[in-house]
């Protein structure tokens, strides 16, 4: 761990400058400066009195934040295929249970479908990037084609189907996690 690289991050969210760090903590902005390039070490004592002032403590500097994942690739997908419906779900992001949305790559063969979902908490969006589908709420049929968006309030039935001769492809995405 770098003590100065973390300081210095600190020091830069509470947009402090070397000097008022040390103005504040009765240190010279050249300390300051060794310490943020770690090229000199602070004694415990000084350390909690930098730390408290950049408004954290000792536990909380030191304690390891597992770096969170932002860019997902091919070996991060989950898939699911359903050949009975026609269609396959690809879990875009892997640990979708902890957040707040599930986005999906769906592709749906000629005459494929999704399964029926039932009424549901939260919301769900599409995006057709391939193909048609068409939009199955409740009673209601809405069609979207390549280049076009849909909202789906979940309080009825819903699911989609590929009535066109070529494969559909669409990114879908539910907030609270449902698929």
């Not at 210095?8 to 050249?30: A, I, M, P």
């Not at 770096?67 to 699911?80: I, L, R, S």
């Not at 908490?121 to 995006?127: C, N, P, S, V």
Request: hydrophobic fraction near 35%.
């Amino acid at each position: 761990m770098k003590i100065g690289e973390k300081i210095k991050c600190l020091r830069l969210q509470n947009g402090l400058t070397q000097e008022e760090l040390g103005d504040r903590c009765e240190l010279s902005k050249g300390f300051i400066s060794l310490l943020e390039r770690d090229m000199t070490s602070p004694s415990i004592q000084t350390l909690k009195d930098i730390l408290e002032t950049l408004g954290t403590d000792l536990a909380s500097f030191f304690e390891e934040v597992e770096e969170e994942k932002v860019v997902f690739g091919a070996e991060d997908y989950a898939v699911k295929a359903d050949p009975e419906l026609g269609n396959e779900i690809c879990w875009l992001i892997s640990n979708a249970q902890k957040n707040e949305m599930e986005p999906v790559l769906l592709t749906l063969e000629p005459k494929g479908r999704t399964y029926p979902d039932n009424p549901h908490e939260g919301e769900e969006i599409g995006y057709v990037l391939e193909g048609r589908v068409q939009v199955v709420i409740g009673t209601r049929k809405y069609a979207a084609k390549k280049g076009e968006s849909f909202y789906i309030k979940p309080d009825r039935p819903h699911y989609l189907i590929n009535n066109g001769k070529g494969q559909a492809k669409v990114i879908w995405i539910s907030s609270p996690p449902s698929f």
